[in-house]
């Protein structure tokens, strides 16, 4: 029950509150540069949940910013400003939406891009190769001469039921060990982390707590609501090595699965420190139409600690280029060489 209650809250929460936002705004606010740029900096004022993990002066980004807006000026140059206004926060979570453009971090997006920890065409030719198999989201295949099994997730939207999986890991029984690489997830569905964990085993471990931006000021806070590893009475768990390998690509959902993960007793997370996203996104309107969301929560792991801007491996490993060279993904080869030698 607790499980359930906190994923119908994810769920609730991640939708654009735009219904509400009406109530929000109380009287009908003048549809201006001036008014739209100091309703969105309140909103994130009051309802952004990350100021200390991002350590950012608010005030100081509106006092920076305010003397470029005037009425009258161009859609596209307000949008520039808010859009400058936000990135400060250097937020995957943090985006606005106008008629023509779309706002999104540049520091996310070349984290993403500038730091990955895997190449693509390495993993596809050499590890997949073209006689993979694919179930639901799910590409895979045997490796390390048929010693383990490759399982590769790229996106948290792709489709990952508890059943496709346990259908994999059953066809391969005889394995030693998995390594289920997310690498460059940029995250999608909460569902799909609950689906996957429900095959890991549960000892009724807390994974971590969320709390709920609560009030105007920037450390009001709820109550931390603890949760907990989802129980499995309906599938077969997997207690084998289960290397989960991440990098700086993996955002949100897959930081967060990555979080969780770590918990489980035959879970190693090996590879990069991942790009963080465990905020909880709401939003709503502003008075000229366009659309924002932000983080309004804060996600604590077992140890205390707020791992917003990035998960931790366990294992450090970082993708040499000399390995590329030859074919090779040595973060894949570590993951087997581990597994094998349990």
């Known amino acids: 029950m607790k499980n359930t209650s906190?994923?119908?809250l994810l769920v609730l929460l991640m939708l654009p509150l735009c219904s509400c936002e009406k109530l929000w705004m109380g009287n009908e606010i003048?549809?201006?540069?001036?008014?739209?740029?100091?309703?969105?900096?309140?909103?994130?004022?009051?309802?952004?949940?990350?100021?200390?993990?991002?350590?950012?002066?608010w005030q100081a980004v509106h006092d920076n910013l305010a003397p470029r807006v005037y009425d009258g000026m161009s859609s596209d140059s307000l949008f520039a400003v808010l859009s400058e206004m936000l990135n400060t926060l250097d937020d995957g979570h943090v985006n606005l939406w106008s008629d023509n453009d779309v706002?999104?971090?540049?520091?996310i997006f070349l984290q993403r891009y500038g730091n990955g920890n895997f190449d693509l065409n390495t993993v596809s030719i050499n590890y997949l190769t073209p006689h993979h198999h694919t179930t639901g989201g799910f590409a895979y295949n045997a490796i390390a001469d048929g010693q383990v099994l490759y399982i590769r997730y790229s996106s948290f939207t792709n489709s990952a039921s508890t059943s496709s999986l346990?259908?994999?890991?059953?066809?391969?029984a005889d394995v030693k060990g998995v390594v289920f690489d997310i690498r460059q997830n940029g995250g999608g569905v909460i569902q799909?982390?609950?689906?996957?964990?429900?095959?890991?085993?549960?000892?009724?471990?807390?994974?971590?707590s969320t709390q709920l931006k609560a009030g105007p000021a920037h450390n009001d806070f709820g109550e931390p609501v603890a949760v907990?590893?989802?129980?499995?009475?309906?599938?077969?768990?997997?207690?084998?090595p289960f290397v989960v390998l991440t990098d700086r690509g993996c955002y949100s959902a897959a930081s967060s699965f990555a979080l969780c993960v770590k918990t489980y007793d035959n879970v190693i997370v090996m590879g990069d420190t991942t790009a963080g996203g465990l905020a909880i996104p709401a939003g709503g309107a502003l008075p000229n139409g366009w659309y924002y969301r932000f983080g309004v929560s804060r996600t604590l792991a077992t140890d205390g600690v707020n791992y917003e801007n990035g998960v931790p491996p366990d294992q450090v490993v970082t993708l040499l280029p000399e390995a590329l060279a030859t074919g090779h993904d040595n973060i894949i080869d570590s993951a087997c060489t581990l597994i094998l030698n349990q």
């Open 166 to 172: 346990e259908y994999i890991l059953k066809k391969y």
């Open 103 to 107: 706002f999104g971090s540049e520091a």
């Open 192 to 208: 799909n982390e609950w689906n996957i964990m429900a095959l890991l085993p549960c000892r009724g471990q807390m994974l971590y």
């Open 30 to 57: 003048e549809n201006s540069a001036t008014e739209t740029f100091e309703y969105l900096w309140r909103q994130v004022d009051e309802r952004y949940s990350l100021f200390d993990v991002k350590n950012v002066d």
């Open 6 to 8: 906190i994923r119908i």
């Open 228 to 240: 907990f590893a989802p129980e499995n009475k309906d599938h077969t768990v997997y207690t084998k």
